[in-house]
């Protein structure tokens, strides 16, 4: 494979772990060279794409948005069906916890690679980690490296994707982003599963990152008074 060329697509969810990605790609392409990508894919927590703009327009890159319906017409999972709660519970049947929307980032990396395509752009980066996570299969490193394999045969590209929390800790993430200059920016993201903000403090999203923040010894800008 050819050299990757210095641009670089990064996947913002509007997220503590996408926004973190977005201060490594800058770091390591350059603020002109990142644009980001939010997907309007029905999420009951429409706060989500308010903060990822708002993340975007702080880190001064392009964002854009783009709408994917599918996922809540297909229903069954707890981050677009307000029928079901998120009480971290797990799938009967799969055994995987009941946010799991089958296939989203490989739906997401797809739309992501051909909007690169379009743009010129090789590097994708998603903030997806196999460690400290709910186990979601499609953010395992397996899955990725084939997912790529498969983009760069489907669409003739040299696209590249990196997880660069792949195997971080929670701890580790919080470090990262304060090593790269993107605390502020923690102060504008969203993690809360009940979508409360400030944050409810007791869903699994918001025990999480509080333990991250805990471990890294560092004050979560997003819980300190304004
Ligand atoms: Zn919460």
Same mark, same amino acid.
């Given at each position: ?74 229903? &069954? ?12 519970? /797990? ?34 980066? /998603? ?26 045969? &489907? ?25 790269? &200059? ?45």
């Amino acid at each position: 494979m050819n050299e990757s060329n210095g641009k670089a697509l990064v996947l913002l969810s509007g997220g503590q772990d996408s926004t973190t990605c977005l201060y490594w790609a800058i770091d390591r392409y350059g603020r002109d060279n990142v644009t980001t990508l939010s997907f309007d894919y029905g999420q009951r927590h429409r706060i989500e794409l308010d903060c990822a703009a708002a993340i975007a327009g702080h880190a001064r890159v392009d964002h854009r948005c783009l709408p994917i319906d599918t996922f809540t017409a297909l229903g &069954g999972d707890a981050l677009t069906d307000a029928g079901i709660d998120v009480a971290n519970e /797990t799938d009967a049947t799969s055994g995987l916890p009941n946010t799991f929307v089958p296939g989203r980032n490989l739906v997401f990396l797809t739309y992501a690679a051909a909007l690169a395509w379009r743009l010129g752009v090789d590097n994708l980066v /998603t903030g997806v980690a196999q460690t400290d996570y709910s186990g979601y299969p499609d953010c395992r490193e397996n899955t990725l490296a084939a997912l790529q394999q498969a983009l760069r045969l &489907g669409m003739e590209s040299n696209v590249q994707i990196h997880a660069p929390l792949m195997h971080l800790s929670k701890r580790e993430t919080v470090e990262l982003a304060r090593d790269l &200059g993107g605390l502020d920016a923690m102060a504008l993201t969203h993690t809360c599963y009940n979508g409360l903000r400030p944050p409810c403090g007791e869903c699994p999203a918001c025990l999480l990152r509080a333990k991250g923040f805990a471990a890294a010894g560092v004050e979560d800008p997003l819980l300190a008074p304004a």
